[in-house]
């Protein structure tokens, strides 16, 4: 099926483990990025990629690493879990080039660190 | 720096009432803004986008406004209905980014 899938959907996992989470859409997008959402804060933008190996900071990148080595996937990694890092994060995708285009969204990951 | 601020930040109304969301920005230069409603505990839902060099957008019972130049956009729901409650984003794109505002919490009473 079309769309953008996050993996996993729910993990909960210890202080100083690394943890990947996964992004993948179907569309061939050139913008992808990754946001957190929390309580009294809104959506923040922690990275963001144009386009396959080029990724840059949004609002909130400390503690994350992301990679773009194609097109379709966008992982996101923290390196070192914090309990600041427990959150709901979500991915999206966006066809660049129409000011018309959409942006779309996966159904979010929900993370607790512990 | 893109601010997005949304006004007010919790709203509960009769059902039946129309109702104004209200979001403003504070850099013009702006691709597109889209609403989107959100569910608790689920994923966003795109409502209506409009494009930098268009002035409204309408989908049904919604009807959604951009005003570059003031760095305004309305959200006007129509004779509302208590499935209507949700939490409603509206998000700026500048190109390369899209910033969200934090959202207004809707409730429609019954």
């Known amino acids: 099926d079309a769309g953008i899938t996050q993996s996993p959907r729910y993990k909960i996992t210890e202080t100083g483990r690394q943890v990947t989470l996964m992004c993948h859409q179907t569309?061939?997008?050139?913008?992808m990025f990754w946001y957190r959402q929390d309580l009294g804060h809104g959506l923040r933008l922690i990275y963001y990629s144009a386009a396959a190996d080029i990724t840059d900071k949004g609002e909130v990148p400390d503690g994350y690493v992301v990679s773009r080595s194609k097109t379709e996937n966008f992982p996101l990694t923290l390196e070192s879990a914090t309990r600041s890092q427990t959150s709901v994060y979500f991915c999206?995708?966006?066809?660049?080039?129409?000011?018309?285009?959409?942006?779309?969204f996966g159904e979010g990951s929900w993370l607790t660190v512990v | 720096k893109q601010e997005v601020t949304q006004i007010p930040a919790a709203l509960s109304v009769p059902e039946g009432e129309n109702l104004v969301l209200n979001c403003s920005f504070t850099?013009?230069?702006?691709?597109?803004l889209q609403w989107f409603r959100q569910d608790p505990g689920k994923g966003l839902t795109s409502l209506l986008l409009i494009q930098s060099s268009q002035r409204e957008q309408t989908s049904g019972r919604l009807n959604a406004s951009l005003d570059k130049s003031s760095g305004r956009s309305t959200l006007y729901i129509a004779a509302s209905q208590p499935g209507d409650s949700a939490t409603y984003l509206c998000?700026?794109?500048?190109?390369?980014?899209?910033?969200f505002g934090k959202g207004t919490r809707l409730h429609i009473l019954p």
């Open positions: 998000a700026v794109n500048e190109g390369d980014k899209i910033i």
């Open positions: 850099d013009s230069a702006i691709y597109n």
């Open positions: 999206a995708s966006y066809p660049a080039g129409s000011s018309g285009n959409t942006i779309y």
């Open positions: 569309w061939s997008h050139s913008y």
